[in-house]
């Protein structure tokens, strides 16, 4: 079956890649109220990463960002490169779970990203060859937002 090297393919991608991974976004009220910005940061990262424009990430990156593995930005970016050239082509089914605010300019969301081995329609969540659940933070500052954290998990089903 020629779907099965191609998952097989896509199981030794890390999570640190889908950190800034973004959404298939629904309606969000305001435009320029934060969950609108917050949610475009998210299809701003989905975009970059299908278009494997590693300084389109970069960006979205907040300089003092860690994560409970170790990474910080110096080290994210590093891997993000190579995971680009690892992956010659990017698909992510994605979906914004949950977004709270729990300070004017802290954003805190949870996303469902599936990375798929071939072209599928938005809701053709079966195809995925991977699944992660990831809880991500952003900080607000200088009026954009960036990802200063992220915890990811695979998600049900894999």
């Not at 990463?49 to 979205?60: G, I, P, V």
């Not at 990802?147 to 049900?156: H, S």
Request: a negative charge.
């Amino acid at each position: 079956m020629a779907v099965v090297p191609l998952i097989e393919a896509w199981r030794g991608a890390s999570l640190a890649a889908l950190v800034v991974l973004g959404a298939l976004l629904s309606g969000c009220g305001q435009p320029d109220s934060p969950e609108a910005q917050v949610r475009a940061v998210v299809q701003e990262a989905k975009e970059a990463a299908e278009a494997r424009d590693a300084s389109r990430l970069f960006d979205l990156i907040a300089p003092d960002y860690r994560d409970p593995r170790g990474f910080d930005a110096d080290e994210l970016e590093r891997y993000l490169r190579g995971w680009l050239i690892a992956h010659q082509r990017v698909r992510l089914l994605t979906r914004v779970e949950s977004i709270e605010f729990p300070a004017e300019d802290l954003a805190r969301l949870s996303v469902t990203v599936g990375m798929v081995g071939r072209e599928a329609g938005a809701e053709a969540w079966n195809l995925a060859a991977d699944v992660y659940d990831i809880d991500v933070t952003l900080a607000r500052e200088n009026g954009e937002w960036r990802v200063t954290r992220a915890d990811w998990r695979r998600g049900a089903g894999n």
